[in-house]
C-alpha cells in the first residue's frame, strides 16, 4: 500500500467524526465519507498526485457534501413526523453493530453531547459548518470560507452568530456541570423511581421547568410534542412504564455522559439523554426511531 494510500485511508476516522457532527447521523454521516472517497478514488492517478493536501482536500469534499446534507436535510425535517432528535450514540465499548470499523467510530467528547447537538440543529446549514470546523475542528476561516462559498469575514460571523446561539440554549460550560460521578448517580435515582412507579420521586428529580422530547418518527409510537413540567414528564413515564410491562432499563452512556437504555426482548427500543443542572433533571431526549438505533443492537436490518 502506498504511502499516499494510508495517508488517505488515515483521514476516515476525521472525517466521520466531523460529519457526524454536521449532519447529526451517523448513517447521514458514513454515506458523506464514503461518497468523499468515491470522489478521491474517481479522479485520474494525475489528478490526485496533483493534490498537495489529500487531507484538506478530503476536508473541504466532505464539508461540502455534508452543506449540501444539511439543506435538503431541512426540507426532509419539516416533513418528518414528531420531534427530531440527532441520533445517539454509545459508548465504543458497547456497540453491537458490527457492520461499523472501529477505527471509524466517533469521539465522544463534549462536542457530540446530546444538548449541544441539538444545538446544533437549530443553526443555518453555513453556521453549523463554519461553526463546527472552526470552533471545534479549529479550522481557519480562510480554509472554511472555500468549503461554505463565502469570505473569510463572512464565515467569522457565520461562526460568531452560532455561538450566541450556543449561549442563548444555556448550555453549562463543561467546568459548570455535574461531575461524571454526579450525573451518573442523579441518572441512577432516575431509573430507579421510574422503575418504582414513584412518581412523587421522579418529580423531586425533575427540575420544576424540565422538557421531555420524543423522537419515534412516525414508525413507533411516541408523543409528537414535548413534555413541559416535572409533573407532566413523572404522569407521562409511570404511564408508559404501565403501558410497556417487561421493559428493560439500563444505565449506559449516550453520546458520551450517562443514560438510559430501554429494552424489550433484548431488543433496544428507546435510548434516552439528559441535560442535568442543580442536582435535577431539566431535559430528556428520548430516541425511539429503530431507524436511528442500529448501533444500540446487534443487527441492522438490510
Not at 99 to 119: C, G, H, I, K, Q
Amino acid at each position: 500500500m502506498s504511502t499516499t494510500t494510508d495517508v488517505i485511508l488515515g483521514e476516515r476516522r476525521r472525517l466521520t467524526n466531523l460529519a457526524y457532527r454536521l449532519l447529526g447521523s451517523l448513517a447521514e454521516a458514513e454515506d458523506a465519507v464514503q461518497e468523499t472517497y468515491a470522489r478521491w478514488y474517481a479522479m485520474p492517478p494525475q489528478r490526485q498526485a496533483a493534490v498537495r493536501s489529500p487531507g484538506a482536500w478530503l476536508t473541504t469534499v466532505a464539508g461540502r457534501i455534508c452543506l449540501d446534507v444539511l439543506g435538503s436535510a431541512r426540507v426532509r425535517r419539516e416533513r418528518y413526523v414528531g420531534e427530531w432528535i440527532p441520533e445517539p450514540l454509545p459508548d465504543p465499548a458497547q456497540w453491537r453493530d458490527g457492520s461499523v470499523d472501529p477505527a471509524d467510530r466517533v469521539t465522544l467528547d463534549e462536542s457530540v453531547n446530546m444538548a449541544f447537538l441539538v444545538v446544533l440543529e437549530s443553526m443555518t446549514p453555513a453556521e453549523r459548518v463554519a461553526f463546527v470546523l472552526h470552533d471545534v475542528f479549529r479550522y481557519p476561516f480562510g480554509e472554511i470560507a472555500a468549503i461554505v462559498g463565502r469570505t473569510p469575514a463572512a464565515c467569522r460571523q457565520l461562526a460568531a452568530s452560532a455561538r450566541r446561539r450556543v449561549r442563548a440554549a444555556r448550555i453549562p460550560a463543561p467546568t459548570a456541570s455535574p461531575t461524571p460521578a454526579q450525573q451518573a448517580l442523579l441518572v441512577r435515582q432516575f431509573k430507579e423511581a421510574w422503575e418504582a412507579k414513584d412518581i412523587e420521586a421522579l418529580v423531586g428529580l425533575l427540575d420544576p421547568a424540565a422538557t421531555m422530547t420524543a423522537d419515534g418518527g412516525g414508525l413507533v409510537g411516541a408523543v409528537l410534542r414535548p413534555v413541559e413540567g416535572s409533573e407532566r414528564i413523572a404522569a407521562y413515564l409511570i404511564h408508559i412504564a404501565d403501558k410497556a410491562p417487561g421493559l428493560t432499563l439500563l444505565e449506559r452512556t449516550v453520546n458520551g455522559r450517562p443514560g438510559l437504555v430501554a429494552r424489550h426482548s433484548g431488543t433496544t427500543v428507546t435510548v434516552a439523554a439528559f441535560g442535568l443542572a442543580d442536582g435535577r433533571v431539566t431535559r430528556i431526549w428520548a430516541v425511539r426511531n429503530p431507524e436511528k438505533l442500529h448501533p444500540w443492537n446487534a443487527n441492522r436490518p438490510g
